[in-house]
């Protein structure tokens, strides 16, 4: 069964995805074997759905976004994996973000993730999973120079062997 | 997020993308892909529906783990329980976003529906 990666794009948005191409500069393979066993491995997450702790962190700048509808926040934040979907907010203009608030594993699955470590299906989760808001400037420029390192840096802190990553 | 992923890997750290577009992401050329046929912003599924939820994640991180060259893609065969009329309206903002209704106002006036 092969997708159909447009089943819920309104049709006049399909072209601006659609035949694309690569990201200039970004053609060639890139590859990081995964070595271990899943068993002994430790795993994290990144969502792009704009989720944030509404107690202690700010909101992905929609503000800003409202004024410049080419820009999007490119910052990050920390969701710790014990992070009940009461302390979750979401900042992004782009979804309805109901069934996330709801149930924010739809997005970052962040209990389940810790449920298959207590199985032994991996060896274990981070204590930290990582979030940003998707919808960036066209260059992708801030994410690549600002963002970039700080997630990198996280990943190595935390000693993540892999990342799963899922857009909103 | 292909991107990203793609600059994640570079940095020595395996990736897999869970993705509604995994035709984009391998044009984007994510390392390891897995194609889930959802509604935007539901990667791993249905709210409260742990089952499906798994199936995602576990196929996630076998795609991971044991995918053996650049590029794999794997695709979930589960279908969305909900319509598609229903599903295609309920996954969109209430308000238009910012870039959505400047670009709807330079289209020619008509229907717009992608169902």
């Known amino acids: 069964m092969i997708v159909d990666s447009y089943r ?6 399909r072209p601006l995805y659609e035949g694309k191409g690569p990201f200039p500069g970004e053609e060639t393979p890139v590859w990081a074997p ?9 795993i994290a997450l990144l969502t792009s759905a704009g989720l944030y702790l509404k107690a202690s962190q700010p ?29 979750i907010a979401v900042a992004h ?24 470590a207590a199985e032994g299906v991996i060896g274990s989760a981070t204590a ?27 990943l190595r802190d935390q000693q993540a062997d892999g990342l799963i990553l899922a857009p909103a | 997020m292909p991107v990203l992923a793609r600059w994640i890997e570079a940095a020595g750290i395996p990736t897999v993308v869970v993705t509604m577009m ?7 050329r994510a390392p390891r892909i897995v194609g889930v046929e959802f509604p935007f912003g539901h990667p791993f599924g249905m709210p409260g529906d742990k089952a499906m939820q798994r199936r995602v994640l576990e196929l996630a991180l076998r795609v991971l783990a044991g995918a053996a060259k650049f590029g794999t893609r794997v695709d979930l065969d589960i279908e969305w329980p909900v319509s598609l009329r229903d599903a295609y309206k309920a996954w969109q903002p209430k308000e ?8 709807l106002a330079a289209l020619p006036a008509r229907g717009e529906c992608g169902a």
């Open chain 1, 128 to 154: 930290e999973h990582l979030s940003v808001m998707g919808y960036q400037d066209r260059s992708l420029q801030a994410w690549r120079e600002q963002t970039l390192p700080d997630l990198v840096a996280k």
């Open chain 1, 59 to 87: 909101p992905f700048d929609v503000v800003r976004e409202q004024d410049n509808p080419e820009w999007g926040d490119p910052s990050w934040r920390s969701i710790p994996a014990g992070a009940a979907a009461s302390e």
């Open chain 1, 93 to 116: 203009l782009h979804i309805n973000d109901e069934d996330i608030l709801s149930d924010p594993e739809i997005a970052l699955p962040a209990h389940l993730l810790d449920q298959l």
């Open chain 2, 96 to 103: 238009a976003s910012p870039i959505v209704r400047r670009f």
């Open chain 1, 34 to 42: 995964f070595e271990k066993r899943l068993q002994a491995s430790r």
């Open chain 1, 8 to 13: 819920f794009l309104p049709r006049s948005f």
């Open chain 2, 22 to 28: 995994p035709a984009v992401a391998e044009e984007r």
